[in-house]
């Protein structure tokens, strides 16, 4: 894996315009529209079963987030997901305060045993809570893993059988055999609500374009990643961060991602 | 039509500044709150029955988009579409996706044959759909009508009886007697999320002052895309792109208006 | 209560970063989530009984919003209020829209008879409908209150035991025994969607930091004042004011608020 993979799954993604499928939550679904258009992707949000079960189908991509979940919407989350997997469309799963509430944690177990889940993006409290590690997460912060990040990780991998994508100062990703940690991402990217969720839908957009989970996914990282660093340069705030972020990775080059990409397997 | 009654229909938004009703998708309804604001209007959104009937018979137009629908939400547009008709409220549609799944569709036909609408807003995908002349539609993005695109918005008008504004490259807008061709805008409208949608606002901001549907959606289509052009002649991406459309859009005068409108009867 | 005393709640907000729980409209969501952070709290949103009634049990405060409701919503939000109420955690209303339909005047009464609301942020319309001195209210926009603003802010407060954050070119806070003016705030705060929204997601950050409602919703108002100031000073339209006021709030320092700060008794 060299940063060459990374710009040129970009270039992918931007020449295919891949469908991604969103059903996700109502706070932060417009940003996660609009990253998923500057990554050169399409997105499309379709909550209802019958509207997203076709949607899934014809996708690239299909991206699961229980940032403001109900019932209703898991169910929805499950019929797209099952039909997603019989298309053989990768599902994304962003388990937004898994282990916060009783019901959190519970839809998120339910929709790994009923779909086969390609990535799991997370931080590491949801991530620990899933692996069973010993997570806290308060609200839909992280509050940490009890045990090593990366134990975790990969433990979460080994439970679900997904590429995981662990957020924080330095990203995790793992498909419980090989192993990256990300160093790109600037601290502001923790001062912007649904930063999470925009990477969520980058690993669909990377994934409708890629053909290994873990490397599509180790690609959204790090191209947010450096997108947040160059945004995070010049920002007076979250608002002004949010701008140039979007404006940064809508217009990133090649050379910028070869010379700035900070990763190495661990 | 001359660009002074453009200006003159804006001046009017801004002086009696009418309430818009919005039934729409969670995914863009902030910009198109927002984007009703700049042009002078008054933005209000109301889905459940129960509200949305009252308010739409209090409001200056009834704006309706079905890009995250629900059999429920689309029962709602049609309680409110009929209130609205019954007062002599204009109705705007948006048929976000018809095509491209069959509740999409289904649902735009049966708002059709229910609802007395005023205005449909929508791509060259989603018109041809309507009219039956073959429209490809792709998630929420046009793949282009089969045949001709001035053919196919006419045909829709026929068959609906309502003025189309069909967004493209160019922006076509036909009552079916009259057609003008609207050559404002820009590229970068196709790179934000929800610049359809706005349109639509737009759409209702105009139609609650103007006295005739066809002009009032020109109104809309030339003002918006010169706020459009004036945008992204300075913007470096997506965000800051919707920044300066918004504050263009708020600030605009009469002699920009006049100075840039760029249409023709067809 | 001195200027110091507000920029000291601030920096106890910053130190810990309440979680403020809101139950609030998908309009302005996005932005309401954002301005928690900004302050320096940490925002959840969750509208499902089940999760919302866990949510508001470890919260620091409870926002309810009614911009966008229905009757399972308004239901969730007496669920969570209630848990909020036995668990001591401070309930703030923001009744967008009372008195302009319905079901808005009504849902608004039915929170107030089974909650107990520790802070009603309302425009003056909405604090005279609820104060029954007659107040109008058209969409979501105050029409004024029929009398006196300050007597309807008294009533609203006698009424309802609640502190009251009447918001207007002066706001007005009550507690029904003291009462303050704010003269803080700036008019492009009127030209954008939500502020009013977010004046409320600030009271609830501030409530979790303080141990009165009076003071702490007089804190959140006179630092959303000076942010709109300092924001409205150098902005060309709604979103650049928007971009502006929360990278203000983001960095505010004790002595721009020591300075700036403008309100007195009365």
């Known amino acids: 894996m060299d940063p060459e993979y990374i710009s040129g799954l970009l270039d992918k993604v931007r020449a295919e315009k891949p469908l991604v499928h969103h059903i996700t939550n109502y706070v932060t679904v417009n940003d996660c529209a609009n990253i998923t ?7 499309v949000m379709a909550h209802h079963p019958d509207d997203a079960e076709e949607m899934a189908a014809v996708a690239g991509a299909l991206v699961l987030n229980i940032g403001t979940l109900s019932p209703e919407l898991v169910d929805a989350m499950l019929i797209a997901g099952k039909r997603a997997n019989e298309a053989g469309v990768p599902v994304i799963l962003d388990p937004v305060g898994a282990g916060a509430t009783k019901i959190r944690t519970e839809s998120t177990f339910k929709i790994l045993k009923e779909v086969e889940i390609s990535v799991i993006k997370g931080n590491a409290g949801e991530i620990s809570v899933i692996a069973g590690t010993g997570g806290v997460v308060r609200g839909v912060d992280s509050g940490g893993s009890a045990g090593e990040p990366l134990e975790a990780a990969r433990a979460c991998s080994d439970l679900t059988g997904a590429a995981v994508f662990m957020t924080g100062q330095d990203d995790i ?4 055999r090989r192993s990256y940690l990300v160093s790109n991402g600037h601290p502001m990217m923790g001062s912007l609500s649904g930063t999470g969720c925009m990477a969520a839908s980058l690993c669909g957009s990377f994934a409708a374009a890629g053909d290994e989970l873990l490397l599509s996914s180790l690609a959204a990282a790090v191209i ?13 705030g979250p608002y002004s961060f949010r701008n140039e972020l979007f404006d940064t990775l809508f217009r990133i080059k090649r050379e910028t991602i070869e010379r700035y990409a900070d990763f190495r397997m661990i």
């Open 224 to 236: 947010f990643g450096i997108s947040g660093e160059i945004a995070g340069s010049s920002c007076k």
């Open 37 to 43: 258009i500057c990554a050169g992707a399409s997105p």
């Open 173 to 176: 990703l793992t498909d419980g």
